[in-house]
C-alpha cells in the first residue's frame, strides 16, 4: 500500500480559519521556506508569552541586536565582582555578630544565671577577672560542656518567641512593627505584644533557665525539645515532681510582663539614638559606577550592629536586678543543684522560700546587700567584651579585603 501525504493538515471540526494561517512560515537551520514542504507550520510567537521586547534575558527567535565591546566591559565585568564583596562582607560581619551572641557567649551567660540565683555565694564575682578564674575552675574539673550546656533550649525559646509574636499578630490588631506614622494607641498595642510575647514563653524559658544552670555533675544529657516537654508539664502542671515552693506560674505573669517591656523600650530607644548619632557622625561611604550609586553594605550594615549591640547592653546592665530576682522566682521548688560559683569545684542545691516579688526583693536587699542583686556581673562585661572585640576585628579583615579589590 502506498503511503499519501495530506495537503494539508488543517483542523476540519470546526470553521476557524487553519492554525497558523496569516503568519509567514519560521525557516530552521537558515534554510528557506521554500525547501520546506507547504504543510509545515509553525507556532506563531503569542504577545505576553516570551517575546514583547528584545531588551528580555529570555531567549529570543530572530537577529538579536550587537553588543558594543569597549572599555565599558572591563568596567562591566569589575562591577558585579566588587558589589558581591560588598554584599558578602556585610553578611559576614552580621553572621559573626549572631555568632558571638548566640555561641561564644554562651559560656557568660550560663555563669551569669549561676551567679544569680546562687544566694549561698560570698564572691559577687562583679570584676570580670574573678569570673573567668571561676569559669576555667569549672571548665578543668567537669569538661568544656560545664560551660555550653542548655545553648540548644535557648535557641528553641528563640523560636518559640518568634513564633508566638508572628501569631498573636496575626490573630489580633496588635502590630508587629511600628511604620513611620504611628500614635499612641499603635505603640501601646506594639508594647503589649512584645509583653506578650514574653508570657507566653515564660514557660520554656524557665524550663531552658533549669538546663543552663544546672550542675554538669548530677544531669543527665537532655534532649533539644526537653525544654519544649517541661514548659508544657509546668504550664499544665504535669511532668516531674516539684517541691511545694514552686511558684504558679499566674504569680509570675507581671513581673515576666514587665521585664519584657521595659527591655524592648530601653534596647529600642537607645538603638535608635546610637544609630542616628553613627550616621550623622560618619555618613555611608558611596562608589559611584557613572550611573547610579551602589552603596557600600559594610558602612551600611555595621553601624546597625553596633546600635543593636548598645541597646542590648544597656538594657541588660540596667535591667540585671531584676532579671535576677526573676530567675530565682523562676528556679524556686525546682529541686536545682547548680555548682559553686565561689571556687567551681562543689555543688549547691537552691532551697530559696520567697513569698513573691517584693519578698525576694527584700530579702535579697537584707541578706546579701544591694550588691546582691549585681551577683555575676563581670561575666557580663566578658560576653559584651567579647562581642565588641569580634565585630571590629570582623569589620577590620573585610575593610581590608574591599581595600585590596578596590
Known amino acids: 500500500m502506498n503511503s499519501q501525504r495530506p495537503e494539508s493538515l488543517t483542523y476540519r471540526g470546526r470553521e476557524d480559519p487553519p492554525y497558523g494561517s496569516g503568519f509567514a512560515a519560521r525557516s530552521f537551520n537558515n534554510s528557506s521556506s521554500t525547501d520546506i514542504p507547504h504543510w509545515v507550520s509553525t507556532p506563531p510567537d503569542i504577545p505576553g508569552s516570551r517575546n514583547l521586547h528584545w531588551g528580555e534575558r529570555t531567549p529570543q527567535y530572530g537577529p538579536a541586536t550587537p553588543i558594543a565591546q569597549g572599555p565599558s566591559d572591563e568596567s562591566v565585568q569589575g562591577g558585579p565582582s566588587g558589589d558581591q564583596l560588598n554584599r558578602f562582607a556585610g553578611f559576614g560581619v552580621g553572621l559573626a555578630s549572631l555568632f558571638t551572641e548566640n555561641v561564644l557567649a554562651h559560656p557568660c551567660i550560663v555563669f551569669r544565671r549561676q551567679c544569680q540565683v ?215 521548688g525546682t529541686r536545682t543543684i547548680i555548682d559553686n560559683t565561689d571556687l567551681g569545684f562543689e555543688v549547691l542545691p537552691i532551697n530559696t522560700q520567697y513569698e513573691g516579688l517584693r519578698d525576694c526583693i527584700n530579702t535579697i536587699r537584707k541578706e546579701e546587700g544591694t550588691l546582691g542583686f549585681y551577683k555575676g556581673f563581670g561575666s557580663i562585661i566578658v560576653q559584651y567584651s567579647l562581642h565588641a572585640a569580634v565585630l571590629q576585628i570582623t569589620k577590620m579583615i573585610y575593610s581590608v579585603m574591599l581595600q585590596n579589590a578596590a
Open 118 to 332: 546562687n544566694y549561698h555565694a560570698r564572691n559577687y564575682h562583679l570584676v570580670p577577672f574573678t569570673a573567668v578564674s571561676v569559669m576555667y575552675n569549672l571548665t578543668k574539673t567537669q569538661g568544656p560542656k560545664a560551660l555550653w550546656k542548655g545553648m540548644g533550649s535557648t535557641f528553641v525559646v528563640q523560636g518559640v518567641t518568634l513564633g508566638t509574636e508572628g501569631i498573636i499578630s496575626e490573630c489580633t490588631p496588635l502590630p508587629r512593627e511600628l511604620s513611620h506614622k504611628w500614635n499612641l494607641k499603635r505603640i501601646a498595642g506594639h508594647l503589649i505584644l512584645k509583653g506578650l510575647t514574653c508570657v507566653v514563653a515564660m514557660p520554656f524559658y524557665s524550663a531552658s533557665l533549669i538546663e543552663t544552670v544546672q550542675s554538669e555533675i548530677i544531669r543527665d544529657d537532655p534532649g533539644i525539645l526537653d525544654c519544649v516537654k517541661e514548659g508544657v508539664g509546668r504550664l499544665i502542671g504535669m511532668g516531674i515532681p516539684h517541691s511545694k515552693r514552686l511558684f504558679p506560674l499566674w504569680a509570675l505573669v507581671f513581673p515576666t510582663f514587665l521585664h519584657g517591656v521595659l527591655h524592648y523600650i530601653v534596647s529600642s530607644t537607645i538603638q535608635k539614638l546610637v544609630l542616628l548619632v553613627l550616621r550623622k557622625k560618619s555618613p555611608q561611604r558611596q562608589v559611584t559606577d557613572g550611573t547610579e550609586p551602589i552603596q557600600n553594605m559594610l558602612d551600611a550594615y555595621f553601624p546597625e550592629l553596633m546600635a543593636t549591640f548598645a541597646g542590648n547592653l544597656c538594657a541588660d546592665v540596667l535591667l540585671y536586678p531584676l532579671e535576677t530576682v526573676l530567675h530565682r522566682l523562676y528556679l524556686q
